[in-house]
């Protein structure tokens, strides 16, 4: 699992770098290869229409990616650091905490980005950014399942204090 979730990382960090890259040379180099950005995402017509809309919605899914590659970044943490002789750790709690704050904040950011798609582009092209895009509702209740898994490990790590004390 760990050498997994370090591939998934490394493969975020470059979509990320890939987005970022395309969206700088589009805007400042060639903006006639906007019609292909990344997976087929066409946002010329937004860029035409739209400008600010357009940096808004590039800055909202470069952020998306930059988070979901924490959030990953968070995982290789966990598989570095678990340790299945003594599982409640309080270093365990704290990242999981971190990855439930990011997953909320991935569901934020991808909720806004939908909503902005829909009202800055045509139907087709709001569509094709809503398939880019992951739903936000996933994250959401992601974070939220992370966030009560924190939470017992949290009691874990005190119980496993308490009982350490006794013996």
């Given at each position: 699992?760990?050498a997994i979730?370090?591939?998934a ?14 969206f700088?040379?589009?805007?400042h180099?060639?903006?006639s290869s906007?019609?292909d950005?990344?997976n087929?995402?066409?946002?010329y017509e937004l860029f ?6 357009y940096y ?5 899914v470069?952020?998306?990616c930059?988070?979901k590659?924490?959030?990953l970044?968070q995982?290789?943490?966990?598989f ?8 409640f750790?309080?270093i365990?709690?704290?990242i ?6 990011l997953s909320?904040t991935i569901?934020?950011?991808t ?5 902005l ?10 569509i094709?950014i809503?398939e ?9 209740l992601?974070a ?5 898994i924190?939470?017992?490990?949290k009691?874990?790590?005190e ?7 006794t013996?």
């Amino acid at each position: 699992m760990q050498a997994i979730s370090w591939l998934a990382f490394i493969a975020l960090c470059v979509q990320t770098g890939i987005l970022f890259y395309a969206f700088v040379i589009q805007v400042h180099i060639d903006q006639s290869s906007m019609h292909d950005t990344y997976n087929n995402l066409d946002v010329y017509e937004l860029f035409l229409n739209n400008t600010k809309g357009y940096y808004l919605l590039a800055v909202l899914v470069i952020l998306g990616c930059f988070f979901k590659t924490l959030l990953l970044f968070q995982l290789t943490r966990i598989f570095s650091k678990v340790n299945f002789e003594n599982p409640f750790k309080p270093i365990l709690a704290s990242i999981i905490i971190k990855m439930s704050y990011l997953s909320l904040t991935i569901g934020m950011l991808t909720y806004f980005e939908v909503r902005l798609s829909n009202v800055l582009s045509n139907k087709e092209n709001a569509i094709a950014i809503s398939e880019f895009t992951e739903s936000p509702k996933v994250f959401i209740l992601f974070a939220g399942v992370l966030f009560i898994i924190a939470q017992v490990l949290k009691r874990g790590v005190e119980i496993q204090a308490e009982n350490d004390l006794t013996i």
